[in-house]
């Protein structure tokens, strides 16, 4: 019902649609149809705003001088105070607006609603060590097969195919991926709490390892409050 509508019209036709009108067995098929519809037309606005953010960002440069912010950090405040998300928040969407700005042939794919904003950020955040020819390269070997994809498809993708076109640029992100080390803790409720670490994946099983022995020996010792969890 809905396949060939432009994500542009997506939302008029479907909020203009009697679906208690619709002839046959009333089993949901036009309301799925919708349904997917409109996930294609959330896509492509989210397309939209990361090429809005990307031209904010080429304008700010511009306008880049003497005694003026640098542009990105300057983005990035507006773009948290407007929409009023996070620095963290911002700083993640100005990042991949700058980098899907270098994969033209799959920002067309998001902006035509067939790719999810999560697959994009997979896409730019596994790309980002390759340089300006070699995203070309890439482009033209997986931008077709990530419609459809989930993220973690996506990453796994195009992690797989970074490693062919420069290993020496898959083997730098890497090592910056193990020297992004971090350990937080986040309370929860009657007084329980939850520490997330992340490292270099050996030091983290040893952690797990000191951890488990540590629990395990109590319970034998007959605290039942501890058990070895993975």
């Keep these: 019902m809905f396949t060939g509508t432009a994500p542009e019209a ?11 009108a619709d002839p046959g067995p009333k089993l949901g098929a036009n309301r799925i149809d919708a349904i997917v519809a409109l996930d294609r037309a959330i896509s492509a606005a989210q397309a939209e705003r990361m090429a809005q953010i990307a031209a904010l960002h080429a304008e700010r440069a511009d306008l880049t001088g003497v005694g003026r912010p640098d542009p990105t950090i300057s983005v ?34 998001f902006l035509a609603g067939r790719l999810t904003e ?19 390269v ?28 420069d290993a020496e640029a898959a083997a730098d992100r890497a090592e910056r991926n193990r020297a992004d080390q971090r350990v937080s803790l986040f309370p929860d409720s009657d007084g329980v709490a939850h520490l997330h670490a ?6 983290i099983v040893a952690a ?19 058990s070895a969890r993975s």
């Excluded at 997506?10 to 208690?20: E, M, Q, T, Y």
């Excluded at 931008?143 to 973690?152: E, F």
């Excluded at 992340?198 to 030091?203: I, S, Y």
């Excluded at 797990?208 to 039942?224: F, I, K, S, V």
């Design 10 to 20: 997506v939302l008029a036709d479907v909020r203009g649609h009697d679906f208690g």
């Design 76 to 109: 990035i405040g507006e773009i948290s105070m407007a929409r009023k998300v996070g620095l963290a928040a911002a700083g993640t969407q100005v990042g991949t607006a700058l980098g899907l700005e270098h994969l033209p042939e799959i920002q067309a794919l």
């Design 118 to 136: 999560p697959v994009i950020r997979a896409v730019v955040n596994e790309s980002v060590t390759l340089c300006a020819d070699d995203l070309i």
């Design 138 to 165: 890439l482009e033209g070997e997986i931008a077709a097969q990530l419609i459809g994809l989930t993220r973690h498809e996506a990453a796994r993708l195009t992690a797989r195919a970074v490693i062919r076109i």
């Design 198 to 203: 992340r490292g270099p994946a050996e030091q």
């Design 208 to 226: 797990h390892t000191a951890l488990d022995q540590h629990a395990r020996a109590l319970r034998a010792a007959g605290d039942p409050a501890h």
